[in-house]
């Protein structure tokens, strides 16, 4: 119907603007070469075979990598930090792991080593990208990635900044991930845009997956993940913590902050897994600063 693809362009853009604050629908349209893109100019790359769905903004001297946790995606879980970060002081990089979002095919299979793995693609990524220097945004499942490889890439990694992650695997924690295990009982908000991207069941199998992975690696090793990893973190690094995070024990962020070695806290004495996002603006200059001091 329509001829003019600026013109659609920028109506694609004031839609997604207009309906969505914490997720973002993923509109796609076929441009004159028959290929699919996004509004947001989201770009794929191959890696290990493997094609990355990733987004690039801003022109910032400071790169930021952003890494998604369990099933995220660049806008399920990156969108406020996207959106609001200064694109004059920072360039954003975000992308969708392996197996989630757009990375696919094929799905994710939870391997053992599938924290290592994400974390070495993540590397070649900003590898391809030319970047050689850049600073680690990693939530949950990508903050326990992002300490790895700040651990075996500390010459690429400027600085770190790590919440809802844990180095090792507490009884307690599985006990927390199998109240979680039903994905029909999360709340809309968190459940939704999963749903619109995997599917109801497919939700469902990959969470399951993923716990079946955390009970895997809680009898592997002590429930050990990557402790040995945190003690050969050089770069400053800053562990964020919501003081309600049902999914991860205060243990876990007092362990990081005090085995890493240019390591500092902060806590959000009402926050909880997701303080980035419910906390947006406060996270964000809170990163700002840490990462320009």
Same mark, same amino acid.
């Given at each position: 119907m329509f001829t003019n693809r600026n013109f659609l362009v920028q109506l694609l853009h004031k839609c997604v603007k207009t309906l969505f604050s914490h997720t973002r629908l993923i509109l796609r349209f076929r441009n004159v070469k028959g290929t699919y893109c996004t509004v947001d100019q989201e770009q794929k790359i191959t890696i290990a075979n493997q094609a990355i769905n990733y987004l690039k903004v801003g022109s910032g001297e400071k790169t930021l990598l952003c890494f998604p946790g369990a099933l995220g995606t660049i806008w399920s879980d990156f969108k406020p930090q996207i959106d609001q970060l200064n694109k004059d002081l920072f360039t954003v990089v975000a992308f969708d792991p392996p197996g =989630? &979002?757009?990375s696919r095919p094929p799905?994710?299979?939870?391997?053992?080593?599938f924290y290592e793995k994400d974390a070495a693609i993540a590397y070649k990524l900003m590898k391809e990208l030319n970047i050689s *220097?850049?600073?680690? %945004?990693?939530?949950?499942? #990508? #903050?326990?990635?992002?300490?790895?490889?700040? +651990?075996? =890439?500390?010459?690429?990694?400027?600085? $770190?900044?790590?919440? #809802? @992650?844990? !180095? =090792?695997? %507490?009884p307690e924690d599985i006990e927390a991930f199998e109240q979680i295990r039903d994905t029909s009982r999360?709340?809309? *908000? +968190?459940r @939704?845009? %999963?749903? @619109? $991207? =995997? #599917? @109801?069941? &497919?939700?469902?199998?990959? /969470? !399951?997956? /993923?716990c079946n992975a955390m009970q895997a690696?809680?009898?592997r090793n002590g429930g050990n993940i990557c402790m040995e990893c945190v003690t050969r973190i050089t770069c400053p690094t800053l562990v964020l913590h919501g003081a309600k995070d049902p999914v991860v024990q205060p243990e876990h962020p007092n362990y990081l902050s005090s085995n890493i070695r240019h390591a500092r806290m902060h806590i959000f004495p009402h926050g909880k897994h997701n303080i980035h996002l419910r906390y947006a603006h406060e996270f964000n200059t809170i990163v700002t600063d840490f990462i320009l001091e």
């Open positions: =989630y &979002g757009f799905n994710r299979e939870f391997t053992l080593d *220097k850049f600073s680690l %945004l990693g939530w949950s499942d #990508g #903050g326990i990635s992002s300490l790895i490889l700040a +651990a075996q =890439y500390p010459e690429a990694v400027e600085k $770190l900044v790590v919440w #809802g @992650a844990n !180095s =090792y695997i %507490l999360w709340s809309d *908000k +968190a @939704a845009p %999963l749903v @619109a $991207l =995997y #599917g @109801a069941d &497919g939700l469902q199998d990959m /969470w !399951s997956g /993923w690696m809680h009898r």
